[in-house]
């Protein structure tokens, strides 16, 4: 029995569930399209789609299944729901900042987030800063939080001289 996964975010879009799922699926090794369904006549009158437009676009990157919709103009992303992007070295971080970032919006840039081109929030997190963060009342971890609060892309190297005083 294939393993079900039970909770799959569903990321509302304009018209661009299918861009953005070859988009991540570009970003994310492994990433893969899984499944299309489109709009019917059925519906029409409620949905205002074209029959024959995609409706969902099931994918699946690093593992986690995410379902695409296109839904119309009436949501649009905000940072309170974003995705963490756990890396385990500086040219992850780099990779995946510089990909995710493309044509997104600069100025949604901090501590480690941003906003890519369609308006998902996603947080670029080296491993090692969770460890160095853990507990709060140290001064080495102090130190780390306040070297990151100014920073945009982490920087794993000046995280851990931050740490180590």
């Known amino acids: 029995m294939a393993n079900v996964q039970h ?20 970003i994310f090794d492994g990433g893969r399209i899984n499944q299309v369904s489109y709009y ?15 409706l969902t676009v099931e994918f699946e990157i690093n593992g986690q299944t995410f379902t695409a919709l296109n839904g119309g103009p009436h949501f649009k992303f905000n940072e309170a729901v974003s995705f963490q992007v756990m890396c385990e070295s500086q040219q992850e971080v780099d990779r995946y900042w510089t990909k995710l970032g493309e044509g997104g919006d600069p100025a949604a840039q ?19 800063m969770i460890e160095m963060l853990k507990d709060s ?11 990151m609060m100014g920073m945009k892309k982490l920087d794993i190297a000046a995280l851990q001289r931050a740490y180590a005083g």
């Open 137 to 147: 009342q140290s001064a080495r971890s102090q130190r780390a939080m306040a070297a």
């Open 7 to 26: 909770i799959v975010p569903c990321l509302w879009f304009d018209t661009q569930a299918e861009e953005a799922a070859k988009y991540y699926t570009g």
């Open 40 to 54: 019917t006549e059925a519906g029409k009158e409620q949905h205002g789609k074209e029959p024959g437009s995609v």
């Open 110 to 128: 901090q501590c480690g987030w941003l906003k890519d081109k369609f308006g998902v929030s996603w947080q670029i997190v080296p491993r090692v």
